[in-house]
């Protein structure tokens, strides 16, 4: 761990350690966390709207600061503090809002144009929600989040420990033996 702490810079004193708190300073300064990063979600569907309502995000510094969407029964309504916006007006959102990321909630059918109008507008970060690979230029970084995938990720640790709990009853089942 010393190694890998050094190539943040030498922090550590060699025989005492390292000063916690400025090493924790160093790590969030290093990974971009001593700022926020405007985030605006593409799609206001129940995915999009729960991601716009969470209040997880602003702590970490993620504030959720718009949601678009192309739905015209949808632009004007309110989910949690935010008004839904016009996907068509992202470019402005995310200028007016000094926006860094976007995320993507929006169906598999539009998630292409959606990812599209994010780099159009600006946005080189996108966490993507919708189960399609993107394409994107090498310059824009994507992040996928394919919650069928976590699942049947945990389905395989259920399996195994669903295995070793009946693995267990049959060991300690008593044989029965015939005389």
Same mark, same amino acid.
């Not at 000094?98 to 059918?109: E, K, L, M, R, W």
């Not at 970060?125 to 310059?139: E, G, H, Q």
């Not at 049947?152 to 693995?167: A, D």
């Given at each position: $761990?010393? =190694? %890998?702490?050094?190539?943040?810079?030498?922090?550590? /004193?060699? @025989?005492? *350690?390292? !000063?916690?708190?400025?090493?924790?300073?160093?790590? =969030?300064?290093?990974?971009?966390?001593?700022?926020?990063?405007?985030? #605006?979600?593409? @799609?206001?569907? &129940?995915? *999009?709207?729960?991601?716009?309502?969470?209040?997880?995000?602003?702590?970490?510094?993620?504030?959720?600061?718009?949601?678009?969407?192309?739905?015209?029964? =949808?632009? @004007?309504?309110?989910?949690?503090?935010? /008004?839904?916006? %016009?996907?068509?007006?992202?470019?402005?959102?995310?200028?007016?809002?000094?926006?860094?990321?976007?995320?993507?909630? /929006? +169906?598999?059918? /539009?998630?292409?144009?959606?990812?599209?109008?994010?780099? %159009?507008?600006?946005?080189?970060?996108?966490? &993507?929600?919708?189960?399609?690979?993107?394409?994107?230029? +090498?310059?824009?970084?994507?992040?996928?989040? %394919?919650?069928?995938?976590?699942?049947?990720?945990?389905?395989?640790?259920?399996? $195994?420990?669903? !295995?070793?709990?009946? @693995?267990?009853?049959?060991? =300690?089942?008593? +044989? +029965?033996?015939? #005389?």
């Amino acid at each position: $761990m010393r =190694k %890998d702490l050094s190539y943040l810079g030498s922090y550590g /004193t060699r @025989g005492v *350690g390292y !000063e916690v708190t400025y090493l924790i300073h160093q790590i =969030k300064r290093e990974l971009g966390l001593l700022r926020e990063w405007n985030v #605006v979600v593409v @799609g206001a569907g &129940n995915l *999009g709207c729960a991601l716009a309502k969470f209040g997880g995000f602003a702590p970490r510094g993620f504030p959720v600061v718009g949601i678009v969407d192309n739905d015209p029964k =949808k632009i @004007g309504q309110s989910t949690g503090w935010l /008004t839904i916006g %016009d996907v068509r007006n992202l470019g402005k959102i995310v200028r007016d809002l000094n926006v860094t990321i976007g995320a993507i909630t /929006t +169906s598999t059918a /539009t998630a292409q144009s959606a990812v599209d109008a994010l780099i %159009d507008a600006g946005i080189a970060s996108i966490l &993507n929600f919708a189960p399609i690979v993107l394409a994107t230029p +090498s310059s824009v970084s994507v992040r996928n989040v %394919d919650l069928g995938v976590e699942l049947q990720i945990l389905s395989y640790y259920e399996q $195994m420990r669903t !295995e070793k709990i009946e @693995g267990a009853k049959t060991a =300690k089942a008593p +044989s +029965s033996v015939s #005389v």
